[in-house]
């Protein structure tokens, strides 16, 4: 966005010089003071003009730069409060008979569904 706006800025004053050389004004005979003035009074409107594109340049960098620092210390978390953290294990809420029941392994060949691999046969259809 800064970047069109200069390029804006910069597009305009190119157009403006290339009337100003159209028009002959860059040019102005040495002999005549009138035109010297109006050369003078063109350049000094395009330097106030470029002065004033570089002061709004200016202000929308802080601006924006501001806008958002403020906006950072104003903002508020979202969620709420961090949830805390509650390890079962370490505080003994879990027996252990519980942890034997949960932690236990089959023993091969012990006949259960747990351990036991798939079987190929297929049950008889009638």
């Known amino acids: 966005m800064l970047l069109g706006?200069?390029?804006?800025i910069t597009a305009g004053v190119y157009?403006?010089?290339?009337?100003?050389?159209?028009?002959?004004?860059?040019?102005?005979?040495?002999g005549?003071?009138?035109a010297e003035a109006r050369r003078v009074a063109?350049?000094?409107?395009?330097?106030?003009?470029?002065l004033i594109s570089a002061l709004l340049l200016l202000l929308f960098v802080v601006g924006?730069?501001?806008v958002i620092r403020i906006g950072r210390m104003l903002r508020t978390p979202v969620g709420g409060p961090p949830t805390t953290y509650v390890d079962a294990w370490r505080s003994y809420r879990v027996t252990p008979e519980q942890i034997?029941?949960?932690?236990?392994e089959d023993e091969p060949g012990a006949g259960g569904s747990r351990g036991a691999p798939p079987s190929d046969e297929s049950p008889p259809s009638d």
């Open 5 to 8: 706006l200069l390029l804006v």
């Open 15 to 30: 157009v403006h010089i290339g009337r100003l050389e159209a028009s002959g004004s860059l040019a102005a005979e040495a």
């Open 32 to 34: 005549d003071p009138e």
């Open 42 to 50: 063109r350049l000094t409107v395009l330097l106030a003009v470029l």
């Open 64 to 66: 924006s730069y501001l």
């Open 100 to 104: 034997a029941a949960a932690t236990e």
